[in-house]
């Protein structure tokens, strides 16, 4: 069965940058129609922080998020990265990479992607 195989986080200082990668663990053939990356905190619910169509590249970001954070894909089909700039302690949270056939979305029941990945830590303290 395919997975989602994140990388890339880690602790750093309020500020300070981080860049995140996700990939599938096997090609399958085909290409997902979006993938994104969302992330939980403990005590909170999970958030979506940005996704990515990739027949077009269109990109939507999370309101927390917007400006500092850019979502890209990779040059290999099924891979997105995260650049995570002017990171805050509130960032604090697991990230999770995830990717849909039809349709992704930051918010409600498009939120819910087909296929996540196991998530990685990332840590600003202040």
């Known amino acids: 069965q395919v997975q989602l195989l994140e990388s890339g986080g880690g602790s750093v200082q309020a500020g300070g940058s981080l860049k995140l990668f996700c990939r599938a663990s096997?090609?399958?053939?085909?290409?997902?129609?979006?993938m994104g990356w969302f992330r939980q905190a403990p005590g909170k619910e999970r958030e979506g922080v940005a996704i990515?169509?990739?027949?077009?590249?269109?990109?939507y970001y999370g309101a927390s998020v917007k400006g500092r954070f850019i979502i890209s894909q990779g040059s290999i089909a099924n891979t997105v990265y995260l650049q995570m700039n002017s990171l805050k302690p509130e960032d604090t949270a697991m990230y999770y990479c995830?990717?849909?056939?039809?349709?992704?979305?930051?918010?409600?029941?498009?939120?819910?992607?087909?296929?996540w990945g196991q998530g990685t830590q990332v840590t600003v303290s202040s």
């Open positions: 990515i169509y990739s027949w077009d590249g269109r990109t």
């Open positions: 995830g990717a849909d056939s039809v349709m992704c979305g930051l918010h409600g029941p498009e939120s819910n992607l087909s296929i």
């Open positions: 096997e090609y399958t053939g085909s290409h997902y129609a979006c």
